[in-house]
């Protein structure tokens, strides 16, 4: 999460020994007054009455579903299939469980791939500004370990701390992942337990566990050779495994066909 600590900044003096050898070194600490939290869940978020009033009102119309696609990212001309699918991306579908413990996933994971210019990282900037809960990377600035955990030795204290990556912090969210075929093919596996199973599974430096990445991710990659070659084949003109191709639930293919 991304908080705002307002505090008061002091000093811990070391004693003893440890004074002696840190000289004028001190370790330094906030005393917190205040904690303010940035990023919230759908659950968290209050309504006024004249919200719910107005919600109540938007439900009884027709064209609900065509209007609210529309309201995103309105300065995209064109493109309704697309809009309604990060529409329904924002909503999210069931996670069914079933009696065996077996777990359905619901969250979607959609995949836009076409011809550059087309607006595709610009309609990924608007999802991470709608969507109450959202984190954007590129593919490039990524690795594995940035994307999923972590495990980091504290230079002060030497205890070995887990840290989660972007995935794990888009928990109950959505991760908008741009330049997804620019990612090396050792990091684009990480992703493979998030997408289907919705954990991260991290067994390093002694410290065994599972973390919740109940993300969905909206990725974005460019054709093979930059073009979209229409003589060839989806599978051909996108340059990634067939095994993550298939964790996408939608993909889209945006072409800027010449005139």
Partial sequence: DIVTVDGIFLVQPYKGYRAIRAGLAAETYIEAQQITNHKKNYHDIDLTADQK???KKMSNDEKLYDKMAASIAPEIFGMSDVKKALLLLLVGGVTRKMSDKMKIRGDLNILLCGDPGVA??????????????AVYTTGKGSSGVGLTAAVIRDPSTGDVTLEGGALVLADKGICCIDEFDKMDEYD???????????????????????LNARTSILAAANPLLGRYDTKKSAEQNINLPTALLSRFDMTYLLLDSAD
Avoid: C, D
């Avoid at 595709?120 to 709608?130: A, N, V």
């Avoid at 684009?188 to 599972?210: D, L, N, P």
């Fill in 53 to 55: 009033t107005h919600l």
């Fill in 120 to 133: 595709k990282s610009q309609l990924l900037k608007h999802i991470t500004k709608i969507a109450p809960r």
């Fill in 188 to 210: 684009q596996t990480a992703i493979h337990e998030v997408m289907e199973q919705q954990t991260v599974s991290v067994a390093k430096g002694g410290i065994t566990t599972t």
